[in-house]
């Protein structure tokens, strides 16, 4: 299983159009193979702060997603929107129970 989870810094006045861009990117990503959970939220207090979890079957199916047209083009969206580069980190995970 593979997980990414990162941080995006929004300009306060891009906002709207990043939350337009994650919302649409999310709808067409969820139907694709091998996503299991992939979900924006943002923080309680206003720091104009996106962030991203997403958890894929495998390499596979990440990468297959990496290189569709929504993502490319929320790629480019996103260099239009952030404050700061955003950091993202990918977990590999090999046992998951619940707590």
Known sequence: MVVVEGTAPIQPDKW????AAC??????????PGCIRYTFY???EPTHTIHVFEVW???EALDAHLNTLHV???????????SSP????LYYISNVRPL
């Open 23 to 32: 919302l649409t990117v999310q709808a067409a990503t969820r139907p694709e």
């Open 57 to 59: 079957e495998s390499d």
């Open 42 to 44: 943002s923080e309680l």
């Open 86 to 89: 955003p950091v993202v980190n």
């Open 16 to 19: 709207d159009a990043a939350v």
């Open 72 to 82: 490319l083009a929320f790629f480019a969206t996103l260099g239009e929107v952030v």
